[in-house]
C-alpha cells in the first residue's frame, strides 16, 4: 500500500514539473535560444581576439611540423610558407584565430547548451550534465593533441613523395587548412564515447551490446583509420586505431557508469 501511494505520489509530482517546464512558450523558448546562442558567439569573438594578439605564436607552433624542405624559397626568404594573394596572409590568420577562439570558447559553448536543454532533464542528468562536459573538453583537447603529434609523420611523407616530382612551395592557406581539418578530426573522434553514451542513453545501444560487437568495432575502426589520416606513413593510421580501440573500451565504461539500467527518477 505504501508502496503505490508513493508511486502516486511521484507521477503527480511528475505530472506538476511536466506542466511547470510547458507552461513556457515557443517564444520563449526561441529568445532564450538567440540570448544562448549570442553569448557563445560572444565567447567565440573573446577568444578569437585574444588568439590574433598572439596569432605569430600560434602560427609558429603549427609550423613546428613541417620540413625545412616544404618551401624551395626558404633559404632565400627565411619563411617556411608563401602566400599567393594580397590578403591571403591576412584571411589566414583571421581563420586561424577563428578556429582558436572556438577552441577557447568551448567550455562557455557547452555550458549554454547545457544550460539551455537542463530544465528538461531527470535530476540525475543534470548531475551527470557537468562532468559530461568536462569529460568532453578533456577528451576533445585530448584529441586534438594528439593530432598534433601525429601531424608531422602525414606532411613529412607527403612532402617527400612530391619532393622528386615538383618543386616544393607549400602556401599558408593550403597547409593551415590541412592541420586545422587534421586536428578537428582527432578531437571530433575523441568525443565517440560521449555520443555512444548519449546514444546508450536513449536506448539504441547498450553496454553489453557494445561488448558483443567488440571484435567487429575494432577491426572496423582500424580499417577507417586508414583512410582518416593522409599519407601513406604507418605511424598515423596505427596511433589512430590504438586511440579509436581504447576509446571504444572507455565508451563501455562511461555507459556502465552513467547510463542506469532503470532511469526511472524524478524531474526538477
Known amino acids: 500500500m505504501a508502496t503505490t501511494k508513493m508511486t502516486s505520489s511521484t507521477l503527480n509530482n511528475n505530472h506538476h514539473d511536466e506542466e511547470e517546464l510547458s507552461t513556457m512558450s515557443l517564444v520563449e523558448h526561441l529568445e532564450e535560444l538567440r540570448w544562448r546562442i549570442f553569448k557563445s558567439l560572444g565567447a567565440i569573438v573573446v577568444g578569437a581576439i585574444i588568439a590574433f594578439v598572439f596569432r605569430d605564436q ?8 613541417l620540413p625545412d624542405q616544404a618551401n624551395f624559397l626558404q633559404s632565400k626568404t627565411g619563411h617556411k610558407l608563401v602566400t599567393s594573394g594580397l590578403t591571403e596572409g591576412l584571411t589566414v590568420e583571421l581563420i586561424l584565430s577563428g578556429v582558436t577562439g572556438c577552441i577557447i ?9 547545457w544550460a539551455f536543454i537542463a530544465p528538461g532533464l ?3 542528468e543534470k548531475r551527470n550534465a557537468v562532468p559530461f562536459i568536462f569529460i568532453g573538453i578533456i577528451l576533445f583537447l585530448a584529441g ?10 602525414p606532411v613529412e611523407w ?19 587548412k590541412f592541420v586545422s581539418i587534421f586536428m578537428l578530426v582527432f578531437g571530433l573522434i575523441f568525443e565517440l564515447p560521449l555520443v555512444l553514451t548519449f ?14 560487437k567488440r571484435a567487429v568495432a575494432h577491426i572496423s575502426m582500424w580499417t577507417v583509420s586508414t583512410f582518416l589520416t593522409p599519407g601513406a606513413d ?9 586511440a579509436m580501440s581504447c576509446l571504444y573500451e572507455l565508451t563501455i565504461i562511461f555507459i556502465k557508469i552513467f547510463v542506469k539500467p532503470d532511469p526511472e527518477v524524478e524531474r526538477v
Open 58 to 65: 600560434i602560427m609558429n607552433f603549427l609550423q613546428a611540423p
Open 105 to 113: 570558447a568551448l567550455p562557455v559553448i557547452l555550458y549554454q547548451a
Open 199 to 212: 546514444l546508450a542513453r536513449v536506448g539504441i545501444v547498450t553496454a553489453a551490446g557494445l561488448a558483443r
Open 122 to 124: 531527470y535530476r540525475h
Open 144 to 153: 586534438v593533441s594528439l593530432g598534433y603529434v601525429v601531424l608531422r609523420f
Open 234 to 242: 604507418i605511424y598515423s593510421p596505427i596511433i589512430l586505431g590504438i
Open 158 to 176: 607527403l612532402i617527400a613523395f612530391q619532393s622528386s616530382s615538383f618543386t616544393q612551395l607549400v602556401t599558408a592557406d593550403s597547409y593551415f
